[in-house]
T-cell receptor
């Protein structure tokens, strides 16, 4: 089966740095996405990693180690608006490999406090 | 450019009824996927369509069906609704297979409540 683990909840202080971890065990791998989702809204794209290493985009960075089945999302200079659920999703090939599906973790609910 | 459009936004149905949810992908996107998100959980894959053909199906009963039209819009149908079908149904569109920085763009979803 496919398994993606991430912490259920985290709390951090405004202005601080927080790291959200994601470990995965899947049959196949075509990349890993991080999405942000505010309550009742659509997931929005934050980052995509397919090769090992760090991808940086402004206040957000994402790291991938394929050999360890591990990724993390790093959020710097936290703002109150960063309070949301953060979803880790592995891209898995579908039949024939021409198309893909996403397998999501349960999400990490981040609360940013003043 | 308009994003992914889903309708309706909210829906209340009674157990045993049938429901049809609609999705219009981003212009130029030929792939549409459907996901079910139960409160407090991550989205679960239901279907993927590319060029009007079903390319993948998740672990959902036959009560769930979908189709994609020539203009690449899509419908998700659920028959014989159960209380457990209450969830946020998300549609995602992508250029082809989504495995790139272009990724998948999600619609705002349809909140289905079964009573």
């Amino acid at each position: 089966g496919q398994n993606i683990d991430q912490p259920t909840e985290m709390t951090a202080t405004e202005g601080a740095i927080v790291q959200i971890n994601c470990t995965y065990q899947t049959s196949g791998f075509n990349g890993l996405f991080w999405y942000q989702q505010h309550a009742g809204e659509a997931p929005t794209f934050l980052s995509y990693n397919v090769l090992d290493g760090l991808e940086e985009k402004g206040r957000f960075s994402s790291f991938l180690s394929r050999s360890k089945g591990y990724s993390y999302l790093l959020l710097k200079e936290l703002q109150m608006k960063d309070s949301a659920s953060y979803l880790c999703a592995v891209v898995l090939p579908l039949y024939g490999g021409a198309t893909n599906k996403l397998i999501f973790g349960t999400g990490t609910l981040l609360a940013v406090q003043p | 450019d308009a994003g992914v459009t889903q309708s309706p936004t909210h829906l209340i149905k009674t157990r045993g009824q049938q429901v049809t949810l609609r999705c219009s992908p981003i212009s130029g996107h030929k792939s549409v996927s459907w996901y079910q998100q139960v409160l407090g959980q991550g989205p679960q894959f239901i279907f993927q369509y590319y060029e009007k053909e079903e390319r993948g199906r998740g672990n959902f009963p036959d009560r769930f069906s979908a189709r994609q039209f020539p203009n690449y819009s899509s419908e998700l149908n659920v028959n014989a609704l159960l209380l457990g079908d209450s969830a946020l149904y998300l549609c995602a569109s992508s250029l082809v297979d989504g495995s790139s920085n272009y990724g998948y763009t999600f619609g705002s979803g349809t909140r289905l409540t079964v009573v």
